[in-house]
């Protein structure tokens, strides 16, 4: 139930790493967000010739070898990832949710078939088919992308949501459910799927950083975000020969990444902790 939910999140919000995860969130969401109106275009290059310069009062994070400002370009590359991060998840989500649910609340047939189906998908790496997906594009579109990560990351989540219906249709208020006649609409918008979404919660947290670690490892290999649309990967990819003579074109970069997924790792670490009823 709602309640529940919310009580999760207030259990959650008492442990540590789930304030300092959140507070690093919000952050970093205010800035992607706010950030770009304030600095410098992230594509423009002022000076080519001068090449990267190194961290100053004009350029507080140095610029890279076309002389863009690295600062503008790590905030914008925040906004792409997170909000390819975001949108993927949702999809993941969406789809693992549904299908986890009809497979867990039916049974029967209906749960063996799209269970052998999920195993069949888990089976195969989920990096093999993003690469055999994403080599067929020379300029990969940023909804395409969303699209490829989101429908391919359900799976798990689809055994997880199965798992916990088929937990919770032993529990007596779903047994008094079905015995009023409770519809099955009703049954798994209104009873089953409030009741699931805490574990649900976490693997969103969770998911958000593996995608934000799969689109910039796709974007490194030069598959994920194509230039001059700045993104984290990206600019990592791109500072590799200048690694000895101007590392911090690719550090703040690596550092955007490292603390991103630091920081919705630990407010899922906080969300499972207050799963644990020990924490109640």
Same mark, same amino acid.
């Given at each position: 139930?709602?309640?529940?939910?919310?009580?999760?999140?207030?259990?959650?919000?008492?442990?540590?790493?789930?304030?300092?995860?959140?507070?690093?969130?919000?952050?970093?969401?205010?800035?992607?967000?706010?950030?770009?109106?304030?600095?410098?275009?992230?594509?423009?290059?002022?000076?080519?010739?001068?090449?990267?310069?190194?961290?100053?009062?004009?350029?507080?994070?140095?610029?890279?070898?076309?002389?863009?400002?690295?600062?503008?370009?790590?905030?914008?590359?925040? *906004?792409?990832? %997170?909000?390819? &991060? #975001?949108?993927? @998840? !949702?999809? $993941?989500? +969406?789809? =693992?949710?549904?299908?986890?649910?009809?497979?867990?609340?039916?049974?029967?047939?209906?749960?063996?078939?799209?269970?052998?189906?999920?195993?069949?998908?888990?089976?195969?790496?989920?990096?093999?088919?993003?690469?055999?997906?994403?080599?067929?594009?020379?300029?990969?579109?940023?909804?395409?992308?969303?699209?490829?990560?989101?429908?391919?990351?359900?799976?798990?989540?689809?055994?997880?949501?199965?798992?916990?219906?088929?937990?919770?249709?032993?529990?007596?208020?779903?047994?008094?459910?079905?015995?009023?006649?409770?519809?099955?609409?009703?049954?798994?918008? *209104?009873?089953? %799927?409030?009741? &699931? #979404?805490?574990? @649900? !919660?976490? $693997?969103? +947290?969770? =998911?958000?950083?593996?995608?934000?670690?799969?689109?910039?490892?796709?974007?490194?290999?030069?598959?994920?975000?194509?230039?001059?649309?700045?993104?984290?990967?990206?600019?990592?990819?791109?500072?590799?020969?200048?690694?000895?003579?101007?590392?911090?074109?690719?550090?703040?970069?690596?550092?955007?990444?490292?603390?991103?997924?630091?920081?919705?790792?630990?407010?899922?670490?906080?969300?499972?902790?207050?799963?644990?009823?020990?924490?109640?």
């Amino acid at each position: 139930m709602i309640g529940s939910l919310a009580g999760l999140l207030r259990r959650a919000w008492r442990h540590p790493s789930g304030r300092i995860g959140t507070a690093i969130l919000l952050i970093l969401v205010l800035t992607a967000v706010i950030g770009p109106a304030f600095l410098a275009d992230p594509v423009v290059m002022p000076d080519v010739v001068a090449g990267a310069t190194p961290p100053s009062a004009a350029h507080p994070l140095g610029t890279d070898h076309l002389n863009r400002d690295v600062l503008s370009r790590v905030v914008n590359g925040a *906004r792409v990832s %997170l909000t390819v &991060a #975001a949108l993927a @998840v !949702l999809l $993941a989500l +969406t789809a =693992g949710a549904a299908v986890g649910l009809i497979a867990g609340y039916f049974g029967g047939w209906i749960d063996a078939l799209l269970m052998r189906v999920v195993d069949a998908a888990l089976a195969i790496p989920r990096l093999f088919v993003l690469l055999l997906l994403l080599v067929v594009w020379e300029r990969i579109p940023l909804y395409a992308l969303v699209l490829v990560l989101g429908t391919t990351g359900w799976f798990a989540t689809s055994r997880l949501v199965r798992g916990e219906v088929l937990r919770l249709k032993q529990e007596p208020f779903v047994t008094a459910a079905i015995a009023i006649g409770t519809g099955s609409w009703r049954m798994i918008t *209104r009873h089953l %799927l409030p009741n &699931a #979404a805490g574990p @649900v !919660l976490v $693997a969103a +947290t969770l =998911g958000v950083g593996d995608v934000i670690l799969l689109e910039s490892g796709l974007s490194f290999l030069g598959l994920g975000i194509q230039p001059p649309t700045p993104s984290w990967g990206g600019m990592v990819l791109d500072a590799r020969p200048l690694l000895l003579s101007a590392p911090w074109t690719a550090i703040f970069p690596g550092a955007a990444i490292v603390v991103t997924v630091l920081a919705v790792n630990l407010v899922g670490d906080a969300l499972s902790a207050a799963l644990d009823p020990r924490s109640a």
